[in-house]
């Protein structure tokens, strides 16, 4: 029998959905769940690509059926479950074998395994995938963290696998250890933030504009053609124009107001602030999915204290419209601009070297944030590799620069009529900070000098320690 050119396990959703993609681009797959029901299933269900599969029962079968030295990837839960399985795998490994965590794992848990397997016969690669069911089954967006020799082996799967952008392959080397999953990790922030702003958009839409939710699919349907043409603006409106065929209302009505997460958001926002980067619209986003996952409070507080305010709106609803796209123009780039800080502050401290403009190319298609903005951003580090800010990218600055006032505005309008907004107002804010010449930091220096001493720097001396001279009983 013909061994296979790759193995993998885990065949849940996104397990399944990649090893499809895996033999529709040519390639034999040796296929392994815990369960064996669950094997019998895919290949069941595997139609015309069934000869390109080999369902395997064991470990050990699994191995003898893959071409030495195997690609193995690991589709199982993040965690604990990928040590065990890396485990019950090694008895039946040989020299040269490479084990690939595709999973959503943390990149400090690739970092160790990385470390611990680097003296061993075998070696780990942990890649980052996005792009949900859809994308592991048609082409995803792949973030890979290997060594140069691991990822030459196994490149031309994963290229032939990944998404492509003009004909170019939406897969990538990040770098070493965890920088795959790190990767992965600040595009899912990304993505909350964006998500958090479409949603705020869509709250002043309907209750500042009086749009119907209708008329709103067609306001993003159309946003979908211009500079906020993206996969979350398009899904957007689709969702819009569905229908529940219980109520006879639109979907959104009769969905419950309290949003899931799976912990990456958080680990951006958490990694964020380890690297001492601020990521404001993360922050928000994952703080209003934890608001509203607490329903019950919120019903009892909003008991307490009603929303009274009076919609503010515009005269002209086509201005107020326009004002929104602008709105979310400006989210959508202070949280890429937020995003590549933290991405390149890793690199800095974990001397991974990312390559910024590649991880810009990449997510152009199959991952959840493509979006058309991610073009000017590969062009910015192309033009200047060493780009201190996405803010300081011409381009991006003339698109900021037109879209600061429709935010500016959009805001003042939701303030003033009780709407929350804190992922555009987060945004809104750590801008105009950065934009700053002198903040008021030099407050919170003399606070801190007051009560602990901590000392200050001066604007017309040189030196670092400094004090106040504070009445007495002030430290």
């Known amino acids: 029998m013909t061994q296979a050119d790759i193995g993998l396990i885990g065949l849940g959703v996104m397990g399944a959905n990649l090893a499809l993609n895996i033999a529709d681009?040519?390639?034999?797959?040796?296929?392994?769940?815990?369960?064996?029901?669950?094997?019998?299933?895919?290949?069941?269900?595997?139609?015309?690509?069934?000869?390109?599969?080999?369902?395997?029962?064991?470990?050990?079968?699994?191995?003898?059926?893959?071409?030495?030295?195997?690609?193995?990837?690991?589709?199982?839960q993040a965690g604990e479950a990928v040590d065990q399985q890396i485990a019950a795998l090694k008895p039946f490994l040989s020299e040269g074998d490479i084990l690939i965590d595709a999973g959503n794992s943390s990149f400090h848990d690739s970092n160790r395994?990385?470390?611990?397997?680097?003296?061993?016969?075998?070696?780990?690669?942990?890649?980052?995938?996005?792009?949900?069911?859809?994308?592991?089954?048609?082409?995803?967006?792949?973030?890979?963290?290997?060594?140069?020799e691991a990822y030459a082996?196994?490149?031309?799967?994963?290229?032939?696998?990944?998404?492509?952008?003009?004909?170019?392959?939406?897969?990538?080397?990040?770098?070493?250890?965890g920088a795959g999953h790190f990767v992965k990790t600040l595009h899912n922030g990304i993505e909350y933030a964006d998500m958090q702003m479409i949603a705020e958009v869509h709250e002043i839409l309907s209750k500042s504009l009086g749009l119907s939710i209708q008329e709103q699919a067609a306001v993003f349907h159309k946003w979908n053609e211009g500079p906020l043409a993206s996969y979350l603006i398009e899904i957007t409106a689709n969702v819009m124009d569905v229908v529940d065929e219980e109520s006879g209302k639109p979907i959104l009505e009769v969905i419950l107001d309290t949003a899931g997460q799976k912990g990456t958001g958080r680990w951006s926002a958490v990694e964020a602030h380890v690297l001492g980067v601020p990521a404001t619209g993360i922050d928000a986003a994952v703080a209003a999915r934890c608001i509203s996952a607490n329903r019950a409070l919120r019903q009892e507080i909003a008991e307490l204290y009603p929303n009274n305010e009076v919609p503010q709106t515009w005269a002209d609803k086509?201005?107020?419209?326009?004002?929104?796209?602008?709105?979310?123009?400006?989210?959508?780039?202070?949280?890429?601009?937020?995003?590549?800080?933290?991405?390149?502050?890793?690199?800095?401290?974990?001397?991974?070297?990312?390559?910024?403009?590649?991880?810009?190319?990449?997510?152009?298609?199959?991952?959840?944030?493509?979006?058309?903005?991610?073009?000017?951003?590969?062009?910015?580090?192309?033009?200047?590799?060493?780009?201190?800010?996405?803010?300081?990218?011409?381009?991006?600055?003339?698109?900021?620069?037109?879209?600061?006032?429709?935010?500016?505005?959009?805001?003042?309008k939701a303030i003033l009529s009780g709407i929350p907004m804190p992922a555009l107002s987060a945004a809104m804010g750590s801008f105009d900070l950065s934009r700053q010449k002198r903040t008021s930091a030099y407050v919170i220096q003399g606070q801190r000098d007051f009560f602990g001493q901590h000392g200050f720097e001066r604007t017309d001396k040189e030196g670092k320690d400094f004090h106040g001279p504070w009445p007495a009983g002030g430290a």
């Open 318 to 412: 086509q201005a107020g419209i326009d004002a929104c796209e602008r709105a979310l123009i400006a989210g959508k780039i202070a949280a890429y601009a937020e995003g590549f800080d933290v991405l390149a502050a890793g690199s800095r401290d974990y001397d991974w070297n990312l390559p910024l403009g590649d991880i810009a190319r990449i997510w152009r298609q199959g991952c959840i944030i493509r979006s058309r903005f991610l073009d000017e951003i590969a062009q910015a580090y192309d033009e200047k590799p060493e780009l201190k800010s996405l803010y300081l990218a011409p381009t991006i600055a003339d698109r900021m620069k037109d879209a600061v006032p429709g935010l500016r505005e959009t805001l003042a």
């Open 25 to 76: 681009n040519g390639y034999k797959v040796a296929v392994f769940n815990r369960t064996a029901a669950k094997t019998d299933a895919f290949m069941e269900n595997a139609a015309h690509l069934k000869d390109k599969f080999i369902a395997c029962y064991s470990l050990e079968e699994l191995t003898a059926a893959i071409k030495a030295p195997r690609p193995i990837i690991m589709m199982v």
């Open 153 to 177: 082996r196994i490149e031309d799967i994963l290229k032939a696998i990944s998404a492509k952008h003009n004909g170019e392959p939406c897969c990538a080397l990040m770098g070493p250890e």
């Open 113 to 148: 395994r990385y470390r611990e397997l680097a003296d061993t016969p075998f070696t780990f690669v942990g890649m980052g995938v996005s792009g949900g069911a859809e994308g592991a089954r048609h082409g995803p967006s792949i973030m890979v963290g290997a060594s140069p």
